[in-house]
């Protein structure tokens, strides 16, 4: 194995093991448990899911708040694709579960430039 590769499969070992450390095991097994055939309300289950992501997300944030900028930018893609292994069908990515995260943690923070928010109707129908 040449060096980069041996440092990237090191990386996914250590993303791994962060996080199924004990602080977030309960929650993954929360979350992978909360399927409609177990949790038959919507709203609990989303109650359930919402409370584990939170614990999951501030676990990975925190686990990454010593790392240098390079070691953030490749663990944390890696964290949320491993914890999106766990979640109930409909399977999101990594990617959108840390967005999820993000909404709910900043709920007053605007959508990214990237994805901005609409009502479905476009800007020349607007009245003026």
Same mark, same amino acid.
């Given at each position: 194995?040449?060096?980069? =590769?041996? *440092?990237?499969?090191? @990386? ?18 929360? @979350?992978?448990?909360?399927? +409609? &055939?177990?949790?038959?309300?919507? +709203? &609990? ?6 409370? *584990?992501?939170?614990? @999951? ?5 925190? =686990? ?6 390079? =070691? ?41 430039? &990237? ?12 009245? =003026?």
């Amino acid at each position: 194995m040449h060096g980069s =590769q041996k *440092a990237v499969s090191e @990386i996914k070992v250590v993303a791994t093991a962060k996080v199924t450390d004990a602080p977030v095991r309960e929650s993954l097994k929360r @979350i992978q448990a909360a399927t +409609k &055939e177990r949790i038959k309300s919507q +709203k &609990e289950r989303a109650n359930v899911m919402k409370s *584990a992501l939170v614990k @999951i997300g501030d676990f990975i944030e925190s =686990q990454l708040r010593d790392s240098s900028p390079s =070691q953030v930018t490749s663990l944390r893609p890696r964290f949320w694709s491993y914890v999106a292994t766990f979640w109930p069908h409909p399977f999101p990515d990594g990617e959108r579960l840390e967005g999820m995260y993000q909404r709910i943690k900043n709920p007053d923070k605007p959508p990214s430039e &990237e994805q901005p928010a609409t009502n479905g109707a476009s800007s020349s129908a607007r009245p =003026q």
